[in-house]
């Protein structure tokens, strides 16, 4: 029997890129609110069915699904496989991302495709592939991550032309679905800061440094962290809140 309050009893929820860090705590998460969850990965296998047994010990359902969240066949290909299974989806999180931390000189023209289509586009494949089934339910809720990088955070957080500027697109794509989707679907934005993930395995000790002094909490965030945040606005607690971002990054710096 999963251990939290039942905030997510009967639901059914995709969670993209949910083999590692931030997508594996928010499936954890859901599947501990009563959720049936859809582990979604690319490459990362063994976690990705780590996860699965970690659920399934604590009494949760959930299924494993490989699949690149930038490719339209391997969207549908997802949604399909857990309307076989589950029947339904009320919950999608748009989570997958990635980055590769080079500045406008340095950074390739195919890594700013490939960043836009795996951060970005794939945020509007998965939307638009849940959307009429969410619809035809009369109800759903698409959390979708960004970073303090989309918004106006540290410049340490902005020098990554790429990232930043696929971060900001989900944000202002998350608004335009907000008012797409209004008012079956509720679509909100969730904007971490630095987290301890293996994403910031590829940032510098010297920029580590510099940014947990930028901010206020003094530390960087957990993943569980941000989890509880996805889970809010996963769960009828946010029934009346669309369009918004919420930022879970230990405080803003102070200028
Ligand atoms: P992470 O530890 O590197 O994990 C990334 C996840 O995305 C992995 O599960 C990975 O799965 C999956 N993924 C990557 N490409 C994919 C694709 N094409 N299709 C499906 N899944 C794919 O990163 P994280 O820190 O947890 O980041 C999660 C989200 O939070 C990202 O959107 C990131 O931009 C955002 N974020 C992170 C931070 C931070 O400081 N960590 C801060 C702000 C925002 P595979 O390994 O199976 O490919």
Redesign the pocket.
Known sequence: MPSGSGKLTGRVAIV?????????AIARKFAQEGAKVVI??????K??QEIQRDIAEKGGESIVFK????NSREVKAMVEATMARFGRVDILVN?????FRKKILESTEEEWDRTM???LK?VYLCSKAVAPIMIQQKRGKIVN?????GLNGPPSALEIPD?TAS?AGIIGLSRALSLNLAPLINVNVV??????????GTMSEERRRVRIAETPLGR??R?DE?AAAVLFLASDDSDFVTGETLVVSGGRPQT
């Open positions: 993209t890129g949910a083999s590692r860090g931030i997508g594996s979604n990965y690319n490459a990362s296998s976690q990705a699949g690149d969240v930038s989570n997958a991302g990635i980055i289509d795996v951060n794939s991550i960004s970073s303090i990088s990232y971060k904007c971490p800061g630095a987290t301890e993930t293996d994403m910031l960087f965030g993943p941000i």
